[in-house]
């Protein structure tokens, strides 16, 4: 039995409103750490409603404060799905360069089936880009 819409878009908007609640105290508490795993949730949510753009300015912010924090386990993840984003929207370079960087990460980690993962989502990455040149 599946939910009507109506019922999801409940219950997206309070998971929505309980992450933002997190996000606030996260800032409130200097929480670098938690701000950036609540903004790569938040992006993902906002990937699931279609919202690319919106996702794509989340997943910079948190990007950037785990850059700063220098742990892999938190930099593979939202550079992967971030890099995803930037491929997407037409950055191709940046996005392709972005998950090349996770996947070094991952196998600088020792994250071996994470790493085969990323690697077979470069290599899809990289066959379409030379499948679909972007013009000139």
Same mark, same amino acid.
């Given at each position: ?49 279609? &919202? ?22 938190y930099i593979c993840p939202i550079g992967e799905l971030l890099g995803q984003l930037l491929y997407v929207s037409g950055n191709r370079e940046d996005g392709l360069s972005m998950v090349r960087e996770s996947l ?15 690697? *077979? ?6 066959? *379409?880009?030379?499948? &679909?040149?972007?013009?000139?």
């Amino acid at each position: 039995m599946s939910m009507d819409m109506s019922q999801q878009n409940d219950q997206v908007e309070e998971a929505l409103k309980q992450l933002e609640e997190r996000l606030a105290e996260c800032k409130k508490n200097d929480d670098s750490k938690g701000r950036a795993l609540t903004l790569f949730e938040i992006a993902q949510v906002e990937i699931s409603r279609n &919202n690319q753009e919106g996702a794509l300015l989340l997943l910079v912010e948190a990007y950037s404060l785990v850059k700063e924090l220098g742990d892999l386990a938190y930099i593979c993840p939202i550079g992967e799905l971030l890099g995803q984003l930037l491929y997407v929207s037409g950055n191709r370079e940046d996005g392709l360069s972005m998950v090349r960087e996770s996947l070094a990460g991952l196998k600088e980690m020792g994250s071996d089936d994470e790493a085969a993962n990323t690697e *077979h989502l470069l290599d899809a990455m990289m066959a *379409h880009s030379l499948a &679909n040149p972007l013009p000139a």
